[in-house]
């Protein structure tokens, strides 16, 4: 196991400790799940799309949650008939729990059921207030106007 010793960029970045903590997750890797499968899109600069494989399940047995900056979607399947013998069983029914790590401001915006995939649709919403935005320098006369005038006005007065 490597560990990797991050100090060195608390001392040049500012507001990142939380990619930092998630630097620090995936060192300490966990086995990720391999059922379902999934497919993560990007289709345009802010728009993402999550498919996952969920031959079976139906709308009622899926759930998807967003909290914060996760995504969680489970299933769970219902009962299933009592008088039903199955000679081979090939088509997993087992519970599922997935988990996205969604970066600020990656919101669902919807999600369907089509042809066994679940589809979910993600896109990145940043506030106005957050976008780049020019910062005016004033001159450090404690916010007092600086009047120019204009040179014809003073040819005219001579």
């Keep these: 196991m490597r560990t990797f010793d991050l100090s060195p960029l608390y001392r ?13 997750q995936t060192a300490r890797v966990e086995p990720l799940p391999n059922w379902p499968p999934y497919n993560v899109e990007k289709s345009g600069d802010d728009h993402y799309r999550i498919t996952m494989a969920v031959a079976g399940f139906g709308p009622d047995e899926i759930e998807i949650t967003q909290k914060e900056n996760l995504l969680l979607v ?6 299933e008939q009592e008088n039903v013998q199955f000679l081979h069983r090939g088509i997993a029914t087992r519970a599922f ?9 990656v919101n669902v915006t919807g999600a369907h059921l089509e042809n066994g995939l679940l589809i979910v649709d993600l896109v990145r919403e940043v506030p ?10 004033t001159n450090g006369t404690s916010g ?3 009047i120019e005038h204009d040179k014809s006005e003073q040819n005219k007065a001579a």
Excluded: C, W
């Design 144 to 146: 007092q106007k600086v």
């Design 128 to 137: 106005e207030e957050m976008k780049p935005r020019r910062i005016p320098i």
């Design 97 to 105: 729990k997935q988990t996205f790590s969604l970066a600020d401001y």
């Design 74 to 79: 489970s299933g769970q399947k219902h009962a």
């Design 12 to 24: 040049s970045t500012v507001g990142f400790d939380r990619l930092f903590d998630m630097i620090d």
